[in-house]
């Protein structure tokens, strides 16, 4: 079931848009305000976000704004607004789609599809707190920076950022990363998680508090601090 994050500050608009998704097999997430979401997305993961423009306190191109640089979710705009620059400023900022209120049910659901079939047909993107691990092309980036990593490092953080959570003993980790039958030491291990950290620190991303050593076990990596 794929979960879309709704995003309006009106109630019965958050309703309506759940009467026409949930039959669908979408799962509907109801947030009225862009910063209610956004601290909804920072521990909880969605397949998209059906996004209000005009919102008190802050609004729609201002929320795409941040989530587009956190997390790499489809966005959906919508709005009462038709203007072509409306709609062109809303695509130019990270928005997938555009639709205009009010809307027809069908076209709605349309539209989702079309996005989320696209989104499938890229990468594999693993997002996490502004961190982009591409598994196709073995890149992390930072805020849309890139940080260079060793292929063992790569590997270590798609481990990681995968299997949240997880405590990872250093054998574990040398079968995974280095195959079996390879001759690695411990203190191996120790050496590349030591270089990634500062690799990510030295990119702004705070690895001390989600990379964690486990003291007499290994390593893991936790969703929130």
């Known amino acids: 079931m794929k979960n879309i994050l709704l995003v309006d500050d009106e109630t019965r608009m958050l309703d309506l848009l759940t009467l026409y998704l949930s039959p669908k097999g979408y799962h509907c997430i109801k947030k009225e305000s862009a ?6 997305l920072e521990s909880n993961r969605v397949d ?3 996004l209000d423009i005009m919102m008190p306190e802050m609004d729609g191109w201002e ?12 966005i959906i705009m919508l709005t009462a ?18 639709i205009s209120k009010p809307f027809d049910g069908d076209e709605l659901v349309a539209r989702i599809e079309a996005v989320l079939r696209r989104n499938q047909s890229s990468p594999s993107i693993i997002t996490f707190q502004g961190l982009v691990l591409n598994q ?12 260079p990593l060793t292929p063992k490092e790569i590997g270590m953080m798609n481990l990681f950022l995968t299997n949240v959570n997880k405590v990872f003993t250093r054998d574990h980790l040398i079968t995974t990363i280095w195959g079996h039958g390879v001759s690695t030491e411990d203190r191996t291990i120790d050496s590349h998680v030591r270089n990634l950290r500062d690799k990510l620190r030295k990119a702004g991303f705070p690895a001390d508090e989600y990379l964690l050593t486990v003291w007499g076990v290994g390593y893991k990596w936790i969703d929130a601090v």
Not at 35 to 40: L, M, T
Not at 81 to 98: C, F, H, Q, S
């Open 81 to 98: 607004r038709t203007e072509k620059p409306d709609i062109v400023k809303g695509l130019n900022i990270g928005a997938d789609d555009y």
């Open 48 to 50: 998209l976000i059906l």
């Open 136 to 147: 196709d092309s073995y890149e992390l980036q930072f805020q849309h920076k890139p940080i």
């Open 63 to 74: 929320a795409c704004r941040i989530i587009k640089k956190q997390w790499d979710y489809p």
């Open 35 to 40: 910063i209610e979401a956004i601290e909804y």
